[in-house]
């Protein structure tokens, strides 16, 4: 039994021995001198690394990022002894829009950290300013984009070593995609806020690249759209009385995301200009008639003043809102043959009721106010027929007959008009309402 405790008291020893030994050596390696002077700077050529350098005497060291009051990155480097103490760290290895610095010890992969930590001053990792707003105008045969941002929002850690001087710190590269392609840059980076793309036509999205030392952003987009556009027109319409022209116009607009091709999807909004363009006269250019604009679901219905007959055609014509361009279109012509309006027709006092023997005015006005001749017709009853009664000239599209009411009874007379021709094109005519009169 005694020797047995003899052997515990040994182990106990050499346990006791073997961690004070241990603490001995956890001491010696901290105890190593720490790297002093820890220092950032952008390198050279772009600013595409961090440059970090320190000062010790030619220990190996190790480099780590820490966050503050942000996610540390996993990013570690050893420096074997007797390399320079700088280093490039690549601005990718850092998170944009944090706050960090570089950590550097004396250490080795195999051996671990044997210093304290010597840390660089802070500095951020703040991305570029996303454009608030683009407008778009057409200029020749292409477009002037123009774009806004806003002003940075505030930098927590001013004058940090890594910030950049001066106005123009972030730059825009400008892209465009079309359906089933990717979005690709159509030109070089730009600190302007304007771009004159020469020659574009919808269907297109443009948008930017904004992109400083740390990172890019998408913004400031620009959609170019195409219309499709169809109208139902009247046939026939009475001179100068407005008729309806109503149809639908469906817009094509393209929308892209990163890395795949950009698509096109249908839209119908409201406020879409339209324009109705009519030929006066055969071979004559085409003029605007009436203008108005899309509703809800893309549909259209314009009031359209007419003349004589002639042809019409609705058109979507080129406009700009903000940052929306929207191509032309337009829809085949139609024809619409204008007929002779009865503007009045009556027996002049408005009476119908007459006594035998009085004098009676009958008469009729009508648009255009032509000059030709109109036949006054009279109801047959017997053989239920309409007779001629007196051909009269038409002035200024006024004609009116005075006769004597020679005999009692019912009689029922109307003016027929003929057509005419206007600006080369026909005229329909057209007959008054039926105007009875009563002789007692």
């Avoid at 820490?66 to 990718?92: F, Q």
């Avoid at 930098?155 to 089933?180: A, E, H």
């Avoid at 979005?183 to 600190?191: D, F, Q, V």
Wanted: hydrophobic content about 40%.
């Amino acid at each position: 039994m005694r020797r047995q405790g003899v052997v515990g008291m040994r182990r106990w020893l050499a346990v006791g021995l073997a961690v004070v030994a241990g603490a001995a050596s956890l001491t010696a390696c901290a105890s190593e001198p720490a790297p002093t002077d820890v220092a950032v700077a952008w390198a050279p050529k772009g600013r595409a690394a961090v440059v970090v350098t320190w000062k010790d005497t030619g220990l190996p060291n190790r480099i780590t990022i820490e966050g503050v009051l942000s996610e540390s990155p996993s990013y570690v480097k050893y420096i074997p002894a007797g390399d320079p103490n700088r280093w490039e760290i690549p601005t990718s290895a850092f998170p944009p829009d944090g706050n960090y610095k570089i950590a550097v010890a004396t250490g080795t992969s195999q051996g671990g950290v044997t210093s304290k930590l010597t840390r660089s001053p802070v500095f951020d990792t703040d991305g570029p300013v996303r454009p608030s707003a683009a407008t778009v105008a057409p200029q020749g045969r292409g477009v002037m984009i123009r774009w806004s941002v806003p002003v940075a929002p505030q930098d927590f850690t001013p004058n940090d070593p890594l910030d950049i001087r001066g106005k123009k710190t972030q730059s825009y590269v400008p892209m465009i995609g079309r359906p089933g392609a990717m979005l690709k840059a159509i030109g070089p980076a730009t600190t302007a806020n304007r771009q004159l793309i020469k020659s574009i036509k919808p269907p297109y999205v443009f948008q930017l690249r904004t992109q400083n030392e740390w990172s890019a952003r998408i913004g400031g987009q620009v959609l170019g759209l195409t219309s499709s556009i169809n109208a139902a027109v009247p046939a026939l319409a009475q001179f100068s009385v407005p008729i309806r022209v109503r149809g639908r116009v469906i817009l094509q607009q393209v929308g892209c995301e990163l890395e795949t091709p950009c698509t096109t999807k249908r839209a119908t909004p409201a406020g879409v200009p339209v324009t109705v363009l009519t030929q006066v006269a055969p071979g004559a250019r085409w003029t605007p008639a009436a203008r108005g604009t899309t509703t809800s679901g893309g549909y259209y219905d314009i009031a359209v003043p007419t003349g004589g007959s002639r042809p019409y055609k609705i058109t979507v014509p080129v406009s700009t809102k903000g940052s929306t361009l929207t191509g032309t279109s337009t829809s085949k012509p139609a024809y619409t043959k204008s007929v002779v309006r009865v503007a009045s027709a009556g027996f002049v006092g408005g009476e119908t009721a007459k006594k035998r023997g009085t004098s009676v005015t009958v008469f009729t006005t009508v648009k255009p106010a032509m000059n030709t001749t109109v036949m006054l017709q009279a109801w047959n009853r017997q053989t239920r027929r309409w007779v001629n009664s007196k051909a009269l000239p038409m002035r200024n599209g006024a004609a009116s007959l005075a006769f004597t009411a020679a005999q009692p009874g019912d009689f029922v007379y109307r003016f027929v008009i003929p057509g005419a021709m206007m600006f080369g094109r026909p005229i329909d005519g057209t007959t008054t309402p039926q105007l009875e009169l009563h002789v007692r």
